[in-house]
């Protein structure tokens, strides 16, 4: 059972393109929705946090439309820095017990932007 | 300066031996997790824990055990029953208040049996 699904890419685009991430899930109790960024061999970091239907933080725009259990990130201007994996990660709801829910974590997107 | 630490960076294990995994972390988060990476693959939830002297079961938590002794430390053993321990461990935390549940991440540390 595929329960936050990614394209793979990866992604190959040109400094100063525009790209966009999708991501979908399957459990409509879902909670809450991020957005993480992982180096490779590196920890992965909380690119942002998706609050109601998106918000955006300088180049970076996310969107979520729950009728549709869809979430997207789209980045402007790609700098070379941007190159990484995205991974959509979506808090479901408590499933094992405690308080807060637990976070599922899709295979992630690769970007990698080209001089 | 806060944050979560994780060591060792690498482990190599022959097969058959236990070994723990330390995570610490001063950010004065209640909550910890412990997660596996595999190449290709998402991580996965192994243990995690929301108050000291207590953890719950993730997915896969066959071959693993954890103790949550102090709020600052959540180690992790892997145990031999664990039959294929090869991958990037992670372990995060988060504030027990944040209805989102946004977690931080140490380092991670690579885990080779030999």
């Known amino acids: 059972r595929k329960e936050v699904e990614q394209d793979p890419g990866p992604f190959n685009v040109p400094e100063g393109a525009t790209v966009a991430f999708n991501c979908t899930y399957s459990n409509s109790a879902s909670q809450s929705f991020f957005w993480y960024r992982q180096d490779c061999r590196k920890e992965p970091k909380l690119l942002m946090s998706?609050?109601?239907s998106g918000n955006e933080d300088g180049r970076f725009t996310a969107q979520l439309n729950r009728a549709s259990q869809y979430i997207s990130l789209l980045i402007r201007d790609s700098k070379l820095s941007d190159s990484a994996t995205y991974l959509c990660?979506?808090?479901?709801?408590?499933?094992?017990?405690?308080?807060?829910?637990?976070?599922?974590f899709g295979k992630g997107t690769k970007l990698s932007v080209k001089p | 300066d806060g944050g979560i630490t994780q060591s060792p960076k690498y482990l190599f294990r022959k097969e058959g031996q236990n070994v723990t995994l330390s995570c610490e972390q001063n950010?004065?988060?209640?909550?910890m997790y412990w997660y596996r990476q595999d190449p290709g693959q998402g991580l996965r939830l192994i243990y995690y824990?929301?108050?000291?002297?207590?953890?719950q079961k993730g997915d896969i938590a066959e071959g693993y055990s954890v103790s949550r002794e102090k709020k600052e430390s959540f180690p992790l053993t892997v145990t031999s029953a664990q039959k294929n321990p090869t991958a990037f461990y992670l372990c995060?935390?988060?504030?027990?208040?944040?209805?989102?549940?946004?977690?931080?991440f140490g380092p991670g540390t690579r885990l080779t049996v030999l």
């Open positions: 824990s929301q108050i000291v002297n207590d953890f």
């Open positions: 950010l004065n988060h209640d909550a």
């Open positions: 998706v609050y109601s």
């Open positions: 990660v979506v808090n479901e709801g408590v499933r094992y017990g405690g308080s807060q829910g637990n976070l599922i």
């Open positions: 995060a935390s988060s504030t027990s208040g944040s209805k989102y549940n946004e977690q931080f």
